[in-house]
């Protein structure tokens, strides 16, 4: 059981890809829980102020400390053993093995900060030791929270406190109070360009890490299929009917039912992802 909580400005962005297909499915098998926590509800006076201009000049706005470290915290309150995933085109940029890390789908044995074992290929939670982890958490300050209307994914089968459990935190505008960097654990970029916020970044993590989470597939074959690939996909091309279509043929090795031409055709055409 992993489970997400999504702090964002526009859960309404987020929430139908969550409640679609494989997410959706892996929601109601109780494999995965997603969380939305409207930023909103935490933001401050009348207005519900999420952000300010910067210090010493400059464009634009940042988001303020006070309303993410109280959503943060709020979440934190319920399970104090969320990691919090900060994306930011300044973060590692994500790939499959980070997937694999995060979804606790190891190859091998590694140690957790509290010195537990995990065996390997076991469902482990995530890495303790990370290039990705921030600097150490300093204290968190208390703050008070007004109730805030939580939006949690209804499921299927009611299960307990989930084995990891991730906040991504999305900042939106033009950046954020560096401040916020104390109570990240894992910074994150989807790659060398600069989006308008966090909630796409988000999806693309939630997505790849709960297809790695077994059950979610329906089989164990496409897992399987990774833990061989350390982290590389390994992809062949397929086809399936017609066998041509507009002048595109099936490479004939494929229609001649010879498994193992097949599955030497399958090798010398694999490319990795
Ligand atoms: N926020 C804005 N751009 C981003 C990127 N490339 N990756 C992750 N978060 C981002």
């Not at 204290?139 to 307990?160: K, L, Y």
């Not at 077994?214 to 299929?225: D, F, N, Q, R, Y």
Request: hydrophobic letters at 35%.
């Amino acid at each position: 059981m992993i489970k997400f909580t999504v702090i964002t400005l526009f859960p309404e962005a987020v929430e139908p890809y969550l409640k679609s297909s494989m997410m959706w499915k892996a929601a109601r098998k109780g494999l995965a829980e997603f969380e939305l926590v409207n930023l909103r509800d935490f933001g401050l006076g009348p207005h519900k102020s999420v952000d300010d201009t910067p210090y010493g000049g400059g464009d634009g706005m940042l988001l303020r400390c006070e309303p993410v470290f109280a959503a943060v915290e709020s979440v934190k309150a319920k399970d104090s053993s969320a990691k919090v995933i900060l994306p930011t085109p300044v973060g590692e940029i994500w790939n499959q093995k980070l997937a694999r890390e995060l979804a606790g789908v190891l190859s091998e044995p590694i140690s957790s900060a509290s010195g537990l074992e995990f065996s390997s290929t076991s469902y482990a939670g995530p890495r303790a030791e990370s290039s990705l982890r921030n600097e150490p958490v300093r204290a968190v300050r208390n703050i008070r929270v007004e109730n805030s209307n939580h939006f949690t994914m209804p499921r299927e089968t009611g299960s307990a406190t989930p084995a990891i459990h991730y906040i991504i935190l999305c900042p939106h505008y033009e950046g954020y109070d560096e401040r916020i960097l104390s109570i990240v654990d894992y910074k994150i970029s989807m790659g060398k360009y600069v989006l308008t916020g966090g909630e796409l970044p988000a999806l693309v993590i939630i997505d790849s890490v709960v297809r790695l989470i077994p059950g979610v597939l329906g089989g164990e074959k496409s897992a399987e299929i990774e833990s061989f690939s350390e982290g590389n996909n390994l992809e062949y091309p397929q086809y399936t009917r017609p066998e041509d279509f507009r002048g595109m043929k099936v490479p004939e090795v494929l229609l001649s039912g010879n498994h193992g031409e097949i599955a030497k055709w399958r090798k010398e055409h694999e490319r990795k992802a």
